[in-house]
């Protein structure tokens, strides 16, 4: 059986009318469509459900029988219509995102106000996650958008960079015997003029990016501490336990952490931000005014920009 709403509506306007001409009129059809829609229903519930003649139309006990039915059917439709587009309306207001505990501390505060002056009345849900979190509740679609760098190549998400960073050397201040830059900026350090201090060394992947640069100094096989949390490093070489490496995603921290920075020069390493999306899903529409404040709040704060 197939019975549509439209047949059910044009069924009760019928039995209400009792006239073909006054109901298509009505339904905005032509008499021969109601006629047809009637017959198939008819076909379909197997029984008459008008008694017709030459000047009016009148309920069969079967047609009878149906009215407080299609009545109550159609009601129904209509409350679970309502719902569901409440529902949608609400999560059309709602952006779920998922970001690494350093990016959230460093930049979704101002990330956050600046998208409210562009989206009022939105509300963003924030989940600070380790990177391979990220991944897999993009892939879920547990969350609606993640923001990390150089994350793991998978075949349920899409990336796109958004921006790139450069990678920063870190210590206590005064340990890195740094010459102001020129301009304002940031001071620069090159990789043969690290200081003889433990290395802080972190869980990630991306440790082995920096190793590689280590490795040209001879210092890739040194005797380390290892963090899982990059704002765990950030505290450690705060507090003189040695230097660290972290991208410049996380300079706001590192400023408010008092910790010295320098740019990591000869060579330079750049680091690339994404944007991480489900494949095969329509991106939501609240996400490109969120990547655009994310981007003009970077920028901002030195963290993606040429230093």
């Given at each position: ?5 439209r047949q059910l ?124 979190r990220i991944l ?41 015997d740094l010459k ?128």
């Amino acid at each position: 059986m197939n019975v549509s709403t439209r047949q059910l509506k044009a069924f009760l306007c019928l039995a209400r009318l009792q006239s073909f001409t006054r109901a298509a009129e009505q339904l905005h059809i032509t008499q021969a469509g109601l006629s047809f829609m009637m017959r198939d229903l008819e076909a379909q519930f197997d029984c008459r459900l008008f008694d017709r003649t030459t000047r009016a139309v009148s309920l069969t006990p079967a047609g009878q029988q149906l009215v407080p039915r299609a009545e109550r059917m159609l009601a129904e439709f209509d409350e679970a219509c309502v719902a569901l587009g409440k529902i949608s309306a609400h999560a059309k207001r709602v952006l779920t995102v998922a970001v690494a505990p350093v990016v959230a501390v460093s930049l979704l505060a101002d990330v956050c106000k600046r998208f409210a002056e562009l989206e009022p009345g939105v509300t963003v849900r924030l989940r600070d996650v380790n990177k391979e979190r990220i991944l897999a509740m993009v892939e879920s679609g547990e969350v609606d958008v993640g923001f990390c760098a150089q994350p793991s190549t998978t075949s349920g998400t899409d990336r796109l960079s958004l921006f790139k960073c450069r990678l920063l050397c870190i210590a206590r201040p005064g340990t890195l015997d740094l010459k102001p830059a020129r301009g304002g900026g940031l001071p620069v350090i090159r990789w043969a003029q690290l200081p003889k201090l433990p290395i802080l060394a972190s869980a990630d992947p991306s440790q082995g990016l920096i190793d590689e640069y280590l490795e040209k100094i001879g210092r890739a096989h040194e005797e380390r501490p290892a963090y899982a949390s990059m704002p765990t490093i950030i505290a450690m070489a705060a507090g003189g336990f040695g230097i660290g490496f972290v991208p410049s995603f996380a300079l706001p921290i590192c400023q408010r952490l008092g910790v010295e920075v320098a740019l990591l020069q000869r060579p330079s390493v750049e680091i690339d931000f994404y944007r991480i999306t489900k494949k095969g899903r329509e991106i939501p529409r609240l996400v490109d005014p969120f990547v655009a404040s994310f981007v003009e709040v970077a920028r901002a704060a030195g963290v993606a920009q040429s230093f």
